[in-house]
C-alpha cells in the first residue's frame, strides 16, 4: 500500500509543459531544443513531440521534480505540407470573406441583426463564387470560343483552335457553329468547379470530420463569455456541405446560363425556330429556379455551436449539385442543336453580368455595414477595429481582390489570344474600367504610406529620448553605466516605432475599403453609360481629363497584367519549393484559424484539427496522471491554446495554467474579432483558467498585452520584456545582444521565471477527474 501511495503520489506531482508554436512553422527538434526527438501522438500532418529521453517521464516522476516535463505539439503541415497547398492561392478572395464572417462586432444578445449580419456575408460569399466562375465563362467562352473562334484571322493564328474556327465565309466544320463552339468550351469553366469541390470536398473529410470532446454547453452565468467554448464550435462539418453543395451548384448554373442563354438570344430573334425558342424560355425558366433554390439553400441555415451536430444532409448535399449539373448538360445539348444561320459577332453579354455582380457585391457590402453599426451600438468598445465596421471592409477588400484576378486573367488572355492586333473585341468595357481604377487607388494608398512613414519618423524620435532611461543609462552607478551608443539607440527605437505600424492597421484597411467602393461605382457607371473603355470614352473632353483616362486605362492594364503573372509565379514557386510553401503558409496560419462559414471554398480551417488535437492531448494526460499542466503558447499558437482552453471541462480547465508570449490575443483578434476575443472574452478566460501570464514586448509587430480591466491586468500582462537583453556589452551578455522583436521569447529569463511561478501556483496533487468527465465522442453528457 505504501509504494503504491508512493506511485500515485509521484505520479500527481509531474508536470507536463504543453508547446504550442506560432505563425511560419518550426521542427520539434527547435522547439524542444534537442536533435533526438519522438512523436508520442499524432501523424505527420499535426503530432505531438518529445525528446528521446523524456518518452517515459510520467514512469520517472522523481527525476522530474521543480520542472516541467517539455511537450511539443507541431502542427505546421496543417497550412504548409504538400505542394498542393500551391492551389490555395486560387482561393485567397473567399478566405477573405470568409474572415468578414467572424468580425461581427460584439453584441448584447444574439438578436436578428446578429444573424442577418452572417446572412449577408454568405450571399458575399456566393456572389464572389459566381464572378470566379463567369471570369472562367469570360476566357473560355466569350474570348476563345466566341470571338476568337469566330474570326478567320484569330483562329488561323491559333493552330490549336483550327476544329473550331470558321474560314473567310463564316462557314467551318461541325464544331464551327457557335453553339457547339460554347458547349464545348463550357468543359473549362466546368473543369475549374469540379476544382473548388474536389479541394473543398478533400479538405473537408480531413479537417472538418476531427470530433472535438463533446460536452454539455455550459450554463450562461457570467463566467461563458465567447462561443469558442460551445461544443459544436469546431466542427462545422455540416454547413461546410450544404455551402458546398449550393456553391458547386451556383458554379455550374453559372455555366449553363452562358451556354443557354446565348442560345436562346438567337432564338427569340425573328424567324428562330418555334421549338427552340420554346426550349430556350424552359430553359432559362428552370435556370432561375435553380438560382433561387441555391439562394434558399445559403440563406435557410447559418452554423449550430451549442450542440455537437453530426447529421449530414445527404440528400440535398447530393441533389443539388446533379441538379444543376443535369441543367448544365441540357444547356450544352441545347446550344449544341444544329442552327447553320447562327454567326458570333462582337462580345458576348458580359458586361451585364459582370456589372450585376459588382452592383450585387456594392449593396451586399453598404447592407453589411449598416447591419454592423447597428450591432456595434448595442455594445460599443472604442478598441473595436474601425468601430464595428471591420467586417464589412475586410468584405469589400474580398470583392476588389476577386475582381483583380478575374479581370486580370481576362485581359492576359486576351492579349495572349490578340496582342495589339484588334481582331477580336476583347473583354467586357467593364473589366477595363474596373482596371483603370488601380492606379487612383494606389495613389490613395501612397498618400496613407507617406502620412505612416512621418508618424513612424515622429514616434522614433520620442522612443530615441525613452531607451536610455529603459536601459537606465544615466540612473545607474558610474563604474556600472553603460556608454550610449547613438546607432545602437536609433535601431532599438526604430524597431519599437516600426512595430506599432500594426496598429495603424484598421485605418489603411478602412480608407482603402472606401476608396475601393466608391471607385468600384464608378467603373460600373463609366462603363454603362458610355460602353467604352475609359480612354475612348474620354475623347472630346478636356485634354487633362483624356490624358488621365488613357494614363489609368494603360498604367491600370499594365499593373493587373503584372500582378497576375506575380500570382501565377509565385503559386508555380509555392509548388515546387518547400520554403516558399511555407513563407505562403504564414498566410494561411493567420487567415484559416476560423471555420468555413461564409464560404466552403476557402482553405481549411485547421483550427478544427488542431484544437481538437489539443484538447483531447490535455484532457487525456491529465485524466491519466492527474498532474499539473502550463499550456505554452507563441504568437498563433497562443490563439490555438486559448481556443483549447475554453474547449475544456471546467474541472479539467481549473488544473491549467496558460503561458502566452508574442500572443495577439488582444492586439489582433481583440480588436478585429471582438465578438469572439474581446474584452469580456479574454477576462472570461482569465477567470476559467487557474492562473495566466502575458509577455511581450515594445519590438514585437504582432504580440502585444492582454489588456484587462482593473486589477485583472497586471495579474495577467507582465510588464514589457527589454528588448535586446542588454543594451551594450556586459558580463552576461559579452557580444551586442540581438534585437528578437516577435521571435525567441524563450531566450528572455523572465520567461523560466514565469513558468516557475505558475507552476509553484497550480496545486499539485489534485483529484483526479472522475470518470465522468472523460471526453464524450459523440457530444454525450458530462458532469462536473
Known amino acids: 500500500m505504501a509504494a503504491e501511495h508512493h506511485a500515485t503520489t509521484a505520479a500527481d506531482e509531474t508536470a507536463l509543459e504543453l508547446l504550442v508554436h506560432g505563425v511560419g512553422g518550426t521542427t520539434p527538434q527547435e522547439m524542444l531544443d534537442d536533435p533526438r526527438t519522438v512523436r508520442v501522438s499524432g501523424d505527420e500532418t499535426a503530432a505531438v513531440f518529445r ?5 517515459d517521464a510520467e514512469s520517472r516522476a522523481q527525476d522530474y521534480r521543480g520542472k516541467p516535463v517539455p511537450e511539443a505539439y507541431v502542427w505546421c503541415n496543417l497550412t504548409s505540407g504538400n505542394g498542393s497547398r500551391a492551389l ?12 468578414a464572417h467572424w468580425m461581427r ?3 448584447l444578445r444574439r438578436s436578428r441583426a446578429v444573424r442577418f449580419y452572417g446572412l449577408l456575408v454568405r450571399l458575399t460569399g456566393l456572389t464572389l463564387t459566381v464572378l470566379f466562375v463567369a471570369a472562367a465563362c469570360e476566357v473560355a467562352l466569350d474570348l476563345t470560343a466566341w470571338q476568337c473562334a469566330g474570326t478567320a484571322a484569330c483562329g488561323e493564328r491559333r493552330a490549336w483552335l483550327g476544329f473550331l474556327s470558321v474560314d473567310a465565309h463564316g462557314t467551318g466544320g461541325w464544331w464551327s457553329q457557335p453553339g457547339r463552339r460554347l458547349a464545348l468550351a463550357a468543359l473549362a469553366p466546368t473543369a475549374l468547379t469540379a476544382l473548388l469541390w474536389y479541394l473543398s470536398h478533400r479538405t473537408w473529410s480531413a479537417y472538418e470530420s476531427q470530433l472535438p470532446p463533446g460536452h454539455e454547453p455550459e450554463p450562461d452565468d457570467g463566467e461563458t463569455s465567447t462561443a469558442l467554448g460551445k461544443p459544436g464550435f469546431w466542427y462545422g462539418r455540416r454547413l461546410v456541405a450544404r455551402l458546398r453543395a449550393a456553391h458547386t451548384a451556383a458554379g455550374l448554373l453559372t455555366v449553363a446560363a452562358a451556354v443557354g442563354t446565348s442560345a436562346a438570344r438567337h432564338d427569340r430573334a425573328p424567324g428562330g425556330p418555334p421549338l427552340l425558342d420554346v426550349l430556350g424560355w424552359a430553359l432559362v425558366a428552370a435556370l432561375l429556379a435553380g438560382a433561387l433554390l441555391v439562394v434558399g439553400v445559403v440563406v435557410h441555415r447559418g452554423r449550430s455551436e451549442n450542440t455537437l451536430d453530426v447529421t449530414l444532409d445527404r440528400v440535398l448535399v447530393r441533389a443539388l449539385p446533379y441538379g444543376a449539373l443535369a441543367l448544365l448538360a441540357l444547356s450544352m445539348l441545347y446550344a449544341g442543336w444544329s442552327r447553320p444561320g447562327w454567326r458570333s459577332f462582337g462580345r458576348l453579354p458580359g458586361d451585364a453580368t459582370f ?18 453599426k447597428a450591432i456595434y451600438r448595442t455594445a460599443p468598445d472604442r478598441r473595436t477595429a474601425l468601430r464595428g465596421l471591420g467586417g464589412p471592409a475586410t468584405a469589400m477588400l474580398a470583392c476588389a481582390l476577386g475582381g483583380v484576378m478575374s479581370g486580370g486573367t481576362a485581359q492576359r ?18 473589366l477595363s474600367w474596373q482596371a483603370s481604377m488601380i492606379p487612383p487607388l494606389l495613389v490613395v494608398l501612397a498618400v496613407l504610406c507617406a502620412a505612416l512613414a512621418v508618424r513612424t519618423a515622429r514616434l522614433k524620435k520620442r522612443e530615441k529620448a525613452r531607451v536610455p532611461l529603459d536601459y537606465h543609462l544615466d540612473g545607474r552607478p558610474a563604474e556600472h553605466t553603460e556608454p550610449s551608443d547613438a546607432a545602437r539607440t536609433d535601431r532599438i527605437a526604430g524597431t519599437r516605432a516600426r512595430a506599432a505600424l500594426t496598429d495603424r492597421a484598421p485605418l489603411i484597411i478602412g480608407v482603402v475599403s472606401a476608396v475601393t467602393l466608391l471607385l468600384g461605382a464608378l467603373a460600373v457607371v463609366g462603363a454603362w453609360t458610355t460602353h467604352e473603355v475609359p480612354g475612348t470614352a474620354a475623347e472630346g473632353t478636356y485634354s487633362v481629363v483624356q490624358g488621365a483616362a488613357d494614363t489609368a486605362q494603360a498604367l491600370g492594364s499594365w499593373l493587373i497584367g503584372v500582378g497576375f503573372l506575380l500570382f501565377v509565379t509565385w503559386g508555380r514557386r509555392a509548388y515546387k519549393d518547400p520554403s516558399a510553401r511555407r513563407t505562403i503558409g504564414i498566410l494561411w496560419d493567420v487567415g484559416t484559424f476560423w471555420p468555413r462559414a461564409a464560404h466552403p471554398f476557402a482553405p481549411p480551417c485547421y483550427a478544427e484539427r488542431a484544437v481538437p488535437d489539443l484538447t483531447w492531448r490535455m484532457a487525456a494526460w491529465t485524466r491519466a496522471t492527474g498532474g499539473r499542466l502550463i499550456l505554452s503558447g507563441h504568437s498563433q499558437g497562443s490563439v490555438l491554446a486559448a481556443a483549447a482552453a475554453w474547449q475544456l471541462h471546467p474541472s479539467v480547465r481549473k488544473r491549467v495554467g496558460l503561458l502566452t508570449y508574442g500572443s495577439p490575443l488582444e492586439r489582433l483578434y481583440g480588436r478585429w474579432f471582438p465578438a469572439h476575443f474581446g474584452p469580456a472574452a479574454l477576462a472570461s478566460l482569465h477567470r476559467q483558467v487557474d492562473c495566466w501570464r502575458n509577455l511581450h514586448r515594445r519590438t514585437d509587430p504582432i504580440g502585444g498585452p492582454i489588456g484587462l480591466p482593473g486589477e485583472c491586468g497586471p495579474q495577467v500582462d507582465h510588464p514589457a520584456l527589454l528588448d535586446p537583453l542588454a543594451y551594450g556589452r556586459t558580463e552576461r551578455h559579452p557580444l551586442p545582444a540581438p534585437i528578437l522583436g516577435h521571435g525567441d521569447y524563450r531566450a528572455d529569463p523572465v520567461f523560466a521565471e514565469e513558468r516557475a511561478r505558475l507552476l509553484a501556483r497550480l496545486t499539485p496533487g489534485v483529484p483526479r477527474p472522475r470518470p465522468e468527465d472523460a471526453p464524450q465522442t459523440r457530444g454525450g453528457r458530462s458532469s462536473g
Open 88 to 99: 490555395w492561392l486560387l482561393l485567397l478572395p473567399f478566405m477573405v470573406v470568409n474572415l
Open 51 to 55: 525528446r528521446v529521453e523524456d518518452a
Open 355 to 372: 456589372g450585376a455582380i459588382a452592383l450585387a457585391e456594392g449593396a451586399l457590402v453598404v447592407a453589411l455595414a449598416v447591419v454592423a
Open 413 to 430: 488572355v486576351a492579349d495572349w489570344l490578340d496582342g495589339t492586333s484588334g481582331l477580336i473585341k476583347g473583354p467586357p468595357v467593364l
Open 105 to 107: 462586432p460584439d453584441a
